[in-house]
């Protein structure tokens, strides 16, 4: 579920980060409220909710047809990628 949360909110911003810029996760603080079964279709959104510079924070939820699975926060921040590529 954090995975897919983590990726809602990377490809949220991904078609507005300037040529040469990613975005990498730092932080996730959720919550799982419902179990479901293996195969069960879990929808995941991210919403933006503050840009300071570089840090991007969102609001992450999950849901299925049984009602809220997760939900929480992410931040991600906004790097070069060849900046990033060279610490690597």
Not at 9 to 36: D, E, M, R, T
Not at 54 to 62: D, I, K, M, Q, S
Request: with cysteine; hydrophobic share 40%; glycine share 8%.
């Amino acid at each position: 579920m954090i995975a897919a949360m983590e990726t809602a909110s990377y490809q949220c911003i991904l078609p507005a980060l300037p040529k040469g810029k990613v975005s990498v996760g730092i932080h996730v603080n959720v919550s799982h409220n419902l179990a479901v079964p293996i195969g069960t279709e879990v929808t995941v959104t991210a919403t933006v909710t503050e840009i300071d510079r570089r840090r991007v924070e969102f609001h992450v939820l999950a849901t299925s047809s049984k009602g809220q699975v997760g939900a929480g926060t992410h931040t991600r921040f906004i790097v070069g990628i060849d900046t990033f590529s060279k610490n690597q």
